[in-house]
């Protein structure tokens, strides 16, 4: 049993949530791991959560609790 995937004008069939997420999910700008999660942003670029950001030097930001 498949399903689809939409992001803006991208369409994408898959049958497991884990090949969507490995094609579909950004990356973390520190450990390249895949957000699945929230995750954090600041100006445009994602971390997994504020360790990693605090560890690129973007101090301010949180995870949510």
Not at 41 to 55: R, V
């Amino acid at each position: 049993k498949s399903f689809d995937v939409v992001r803006g004008s991208e369409r994408h069939t898959f049958d497991s949530f884990e090949c969507a997420i490995n094609a579909m999910a950004p990356r973390c700008a520190h450990c390249e791991g895949r957000i699945i999660g929230h995750g954090v942003e600041k100006d445009g670029t994602f971390y997994c959560c504020a360790h990693c950001s605090s560890s690129a030097g973007v101090r301010e930001l949180r995870d949510r609790a």
